[in-house]
T-cell receptor
Framework: NAGVTQTPKFQVLKTGQSMTLQCAQD?????MSWYRQDPGMGLRLIHY???????DQGEVPNGYNVSRSTTEDFPLRLLSAAPSQTSVYFC???????????????FGPGTRLLVL | GDSVTQMEGPVTLSEEAFLTINCTYT??????LFWYVQYPGEGLQLLLK?????DKGSNKGFEATYRKETTSFHLEKGSVQVSDSAVYFC???????????????FGRGTQLTVWP
C-alpha cells in the first residue's frame, strides 16, 4: 500500500491564482480530511469528508473548496490564493469517523505552499 | 470547547536523558488521546494512543497514560536517542455528539532535539 499520497510536494503561487492540491489513499478509508500547519499553531482542520459525495467544513474553511467523487481521492482547491494561505497542507484518512474518535488517522507527507 | 495544551519547546536533551513532554486537555465526553510525531520533512505518524481513562499507550520506548482525574496525557521516554529528534504533537479526538466527526484537536507541537 502507498498509504496517503499528496501532490505536489511544493508549490509557489502568485496572489489570485488558483490551484488544486491532490490527495489520494489506497486503504479504502471512508474518512478523509485536510489540515493546515502553521508555525506555533499546531494543525487546524479545513474540510473533511465521511464518504464519497459527502463533505463538510472544518475550523478554517474560507478560501478552500473540496469534493469527494470517489473513496480514494479528496482534492483541495484554492480558488484565489492569498498570502495568508502560505502554509503546509496535510491530508489524512481513517477507516471511519463513527467509532467515537478512536480511529487512528494516517497522514500524507504534506504540500508546502508559498503564496507571493 | 475541546482543546489541547502541550509544553512549549524547544526541548534539547543529551542522548540517554529522560524525556517528559506535558500535555493536558479540555473535552466533554470521553475523548481518545494521541501522540503524533513529525520527523523533518515528513508527515505526521501515530506514535501511540489511548482510548479510555487509565489506558497506557506505548511504542518505541515512549509511554503515555490517560489520566482523567488530571486531564493529562504526558509523553515519557526513559532514554532518548538522536533518532528521536522530531516534533511531537499531542491530540485528542472527541466522542460526544456535538463534536466534528473525526476531527483531531492538536496541541502546538514540541520540538525535541537530542544531541549525541
Amino acid at each position: 500500500n502507498a498509504g496517503v499520497t499528496q501532490t505536489p510536494k511544493f508549490q509557489v503561487l502568485k496572489t489570485g491564482q488558483s490551484m488544486t492540491l491532490q490527495c489520494a489513499q489506497d486503504m479504502n478509508h471512508e474518512y478523509m480530511s485536510w489540515y493546515r500547519q502553521d508555525p506555533g499553531m499546531g494543525l487546524r482542520l479545513i474540510h473533511y469528508s465521511v464518504g464519497a459525495g459527502i463533505t463538510d467544513q472544518g475550523e478554517v474553511p474560507n478560501g478552500y473548496n473540496v469534493s469527494r467523487s470517489t473513496t480514494e481521492d479528496f482534492p483541495l482547491r484554492l480558488l484565489s490564493a492569498a498570502p495568508s494561505q502560505t502554509s503546509v497542507y496535510f491530508c489524512a484518512s481513517s477507516y471511519s469517523p463513527f467509532t467515537g474518535g478512536q480511529e487512528t488517522q494516517y497522514f500524507g507527507p504534506g504540500t508546502r505552499l508559498l503564496v507571493l | 470547547g475541546d482543546s489541547v495544551t502541550q509544553m512549549e519547546g524547544p526541548v534539547t536533551l543529551s542522548e540517554e536523558a529522560f524525556l517528559t513532554i506535558n500535555c493536558t486537555y479540555t473535552a466533554t465526553g470521553y475523548p481518545s488521546l494521541f501522540w503524533y510525531v513529525q520527523y523533518p520533512g515528513e508527515g505526521l505518524q501515530l506514535l501511540l494512543k489511548a482510548t479510555k481513562a487509565d489506558d497506557k499507550g506505548s511504542n518505541k520506548g515512549f509511554e503515555a497514560t490517560y489520566r482523567k482525574e488530571t486531564t493529562s496525557f504526558h509523553l515519557e521516554k526513559g532514554s532518548v536517542q538522536v533518532s528521536d529528534s522530531a516534533v511531537y504533537f499531542c491530540a485528542l479526538s472527541a466522542s460526544d455528539r456535538g463534536s466534528t466527526l473525526g476531527r483531531l484537536y492538536f496541541g502546538r507541537g514540541t520540538q525535541l532535539t537530542v544531541w549525541p
